[in-house]
């Protein structure tokens, strides 16, 4: 059974940085790109990050391009989101999400986590 | 980027009921690289449609879904209690892949 869990979310204060996890579980990890979406309060899906199977190529959207970084390791089976600078907007729950297939920038996503609440505020 | 445009934002329906979610999108998707997922409160996305179509593993058979270009919807033939939900239409034909707004569907 294919299992993916967040962890890492929190309070943080503006201008402060943040680091999210994400293990997967019951797939060829390397196989697969990973992905990180969010979700503000009561709106709709906003994808952030993509990064492909092997590492190598890594893709952001332009509100956080500059900002966050994504990042894997393929012996434990994680992904990582680095979060710094970050900004009242940036307030969401974040989901990691294995992608269908390994490489390139864009995929639909067939299997998510549940979710970790990042809440930047003072 | 390719904006997606769901309609209608909500939509107030018995169980048993037939609906069907329109998804429009600004240019045409490349490929009819499209999906659906459905949201439930509190819950991750479940994958329900890729390829504009096709029905992800495990999703019943009333949920149906077409479209070509830049028209796509989805069809629930009988609405079940657990059916209740907001659907979002996603294309990944052109980067950056880009979410609709979704729409929810309440029980009326």
């Known amino acids: 059974e294919v299992q993916v869990v967040e962890s890492g979310g929190g309070l943080v204060q503006p201008g402060g940085s943040l680091r999210l996890s994400c293990t997967a579980s019951g797939f060829t990890f390397v196989d697969y790109a990973m992905i990180w979406v969010r979700q503000a309060p009561g709106k709709g899906l906003e994808w952030v990050s993509v990064i492909t199977g092997n590492g190598r190529d890594t893709y952001y959207a332009d509100s956080v391009r500059g900002r966050f970084t994504i990042s894997r390791d393929n012996s434990k089976n994680t992904v990582s989101l680095q979060m710094n600078s970050l900004r009242a907007e940036d307030t969401a729950v974040y989901f990691c999400a294995k992608r269908h297939d390994s490489s390139g920038p864009t995929g639909y996503f067939d299997s998510w986590g549940r979710g970790t609440l990042v809440t930047v505020s003072s | 980027e390719i904006v997606l445009t769901q309609s209608p934002g909500t939509l107030s329906l018995s169980p048993g009921e037939r609906v069907t979610l329109s998804c429009r999108a600004s240019q045409r998707v490349p490929t009819n690289y499209l999906a659906w997922y459905q949201q439930k409160p509190g819950q991750a996305p479940r994958l329900l449609i890729y390829l504009a179509s096709r029905r992800a593993t495990g999703i019943p058979d009333r949920f149906s879904a077409s479209g070509s270009g830049t028209d796509f919807s989805l069809t629930i033939s009988r609405l079940e209690p657990e059916d209740f939900a907001v659907y979002y239409c996603?294309?990944?034909?052109?980067?950056?892949?880009?979410f609709g707004g979704g729409t929810k569907v309440e029980i009326k």
């Open positions: 996603e294309q990944y034909g052109a980067s950056p892949q880009t």
